[in-house]
């Protein structure tokens, strides 16, 4: 049977109702249509696609599960090496990983990987997420400087070890970059919360508006006991233009300004703004601009 060539349309909302509000544009993938798309792997013996994925998630496997219709297992296979599923699925450049190693990109468009991941990690969300039956505790803490993706993802991992984690956060709220990097209609926060709040449930603890350096150390953390720091400080630094006057007042770097009005900290803005490169600037703060 030949093979589709194209991915299966997502549905989404119209651009006449989506320019009225920043919900989430894409709708997912019903069952029917993850498991046609599904369907379009050709299950590669030599599996270019995990490859392309940094975390080596068995992609070729949870794809056969959601083709035979088998979505419980399918979701366990993805989960088995990654903590934040339904965030990957939705921002994760997979158009440059794994995607961009499908072999059907010589016919056509490559498997939807992000959609069916991103299908898999809603099912579950809807489902109702069941923890999981930890080990026995191991009776060492280990530290997390950074609830981003890279602290949220090693506390899921060591927690699910026995180990007692607790995260030590500098912002008053968890997901680093991708609660105050990335708008709402690309990643809902009640989407990434769940996820987090997943993570918490695992016994993992995290202690907001906690910076370490000043007058929290590292060597202070070792002190109370804990046998291990990870840190995972993120990348929360704009590109520079390095030209003259981009420090000026009334210049905002990007990473900058989306924080800021993640966090409610609304920057003064003229009646005449101009945007270098970073369009998601203007979207995201488009309903306040006079």
Known sequence: MAVQKTKHPMPEQKPKDRIKNFNEVPYGYDEKTAIEEAKRCLQCKNRPCVDGCPVEIDIPEFIKEIAEGKIDEAVKVLKS??????????????????????????????????????????????????????????????????????????????????????????LPLAGGMLSVGIPDYRLPREVLNHEIDAITKLGVEIKFNSPIGKDLTIQNLFDQGYKAVFIATGAHQSMKLKVEGEDLQGVYHGVDFLRDVALGKNPEMAKKVAVIGFELIVDYYRGNLP
């Open 81 to 170: 090496k990654t903590s934040l599923p339904a965030v990957c699925g939705r921002v994760c450049p997979y158009e440059n990983q794994c995607e961009g190693k499908c072999t059907l990109l010589k016919l056509g468009e490559p498997v939807g990987i992000g959609r069916l991941e991103r299908f898999l990690a809603d099912y579950e969300r809807k489902k109702g997420v069941k923890i999981p039956k930890l080990p026995k505790s191991t009776g060492k803490k280990v530290a997390v400087v950074g609830a981003g993706p890279a602290g949220l993802t090693a506390a899921d991992r060591l927690a699910r070890k026995g180990y007692q984690l607790t995260v030590f956060e500098a």
